[in-house]
C-alpha cells in the first residue's frame, strides 16, 4: 500500500482532506476510487484510507489508524560530504532504517555544509513515504564536531574494533566522519571517552555513508 505524509493529521480524524501537494502525489500514483492509502504523520500515527472522489477533488475517508510507540532513540552524526548527493543518500537511508536524529556534522576535514537542512528535511519526508517509516527523524541544523552533546553511547567504526554486540542504552549515538575521516585531533579527543564504543564492521575500507548504513543496521537489529 503506498504512504502519503500529512504533518497534520490525528487519531480523531474521520477524513483526511488532502492538501495540494497530498493531490500531487496521488495523481502520481494513479491511485482510483477505493483504493487504500496509508498517511503518515511523521509522529508514530499511521491512518489507513481509502480514497474517494468528489466532484472532481479527492477526499480520504478514514477506515482505521494505528499510533506505533516512540522506538529507541539513535542519532546519527555524520560528517557533511563534499558530494551532496551522496550525504542525501545517507539522510535518506538512515530515514528508512528507522533513526530518529540526523545531524550533519562539520569536522576538521568538512567545514562546509552542502545541503539546506530544508532540502534534508524534504529527503527524509520521501524516505519515510516510500518505506512506510511511521516516525520523521529530527534534522539538525550543521553542528561543530566540537559543539557535540554525545548520548550515553557512542558508537564509532573502527577495523581493530569489536563485533557489534547487543545495546541497552536509549541515547545512541552513531558517530560517523567525513572522506577523509576524523582528524587525529578528533579522534584524540574520542579516545578517553568511556561511552565510546568500538564496532568492527567489515575488513574493507567504506565509504562514510556505507558504513552509516552499515552501522545504525546493526545497532537496530540488536
Not at 491511485?31 to 480514497?51: A, F, I, S
Not at 539513535?74 to 558530494?83: Q, Y
Not at 533513526?99 to 530544508?118: N, Q
Not at 536509549?170 to 572522506?179: A, K, R
Request: charge should be negative; include cysteine; glycine fraction near 6%.
Amino acid at each position: 500500500m503506498d504512504n502519503l505524509y500529512s504533518p497534520t493529521i490525528t487519531a480523531a480524524d474521520k477524513i483526511v482532506t488532502p492538501n495540494a501537494e497530498m493531490q500531487r502525489h496521488i495523481s502520481a500514483l494513479r491511485l482510483r476510487d477505493g483504493e487504500g492509502v496509508r498517511v503518515l504523520n511523521g509522529r508514530g500515527l499511521v491512518v489507513t484510507c481509502r480514497v474517494q472522489r468528489q466532484a472532481g477533488s479527492v477526499v480520504l475517508p478514514v477506515v482505521e489508524f494505528v499510533e506505533h510507540p516512540e522506538p529507541r532513540q539513535l542519532t546519527l552524526a555524520l560528517g557533511v560530504l563534499d558530494n551532496r548527493d551522496r550525504f542525501e543518500f545517507a539522510v535518506e537511508k538512515a530515514t528508512e532504517l528507522g533513526v530518529s536524529r540526523i545531524v550533519p556534522l562539520l569536522c576538521d576535514h568538512a567545514r562546509h555544509a552542502r545541503s539546506s537542512t530544508e532540502r534534508l528535511q524534504q529527503k527524509a519526508i520521501a524516505a519515510i513515504t516510500q518505506s512506510g517509516n511511521p516516525w520523521l527523524p529530527s534534522i539538525s541544523d550543521p553542528t561543530s564536531f566540537d559543539n557535540l552533546a554525545l548520548g550515553e553511547v557512542v558508537i564509532v567504526g573502527d577495523a581493530q574494533g569489536s563485533v557489534p554486540s547487543d545495546l541497552t542504552s536509549n541515547d545512541t549515538w552513531i558517530l560517523v566522519g567525513p572522506e577523509g575521516g576524523f582528524s587525529q585531533r578528533e579522534l584524540e579527543s574520542l579516545a578517553p571517552m568511556q561511552n565510546v564504543v568500538r564496532w568492527r564492521i567489515g575488513s574493507n575500507r567504506l565509504r562514510a555513508e556505507t558504513a552509516a548504513v552499515a552501522l545504525i543496521s546493526h545497532a537496530i537489529c540488536l
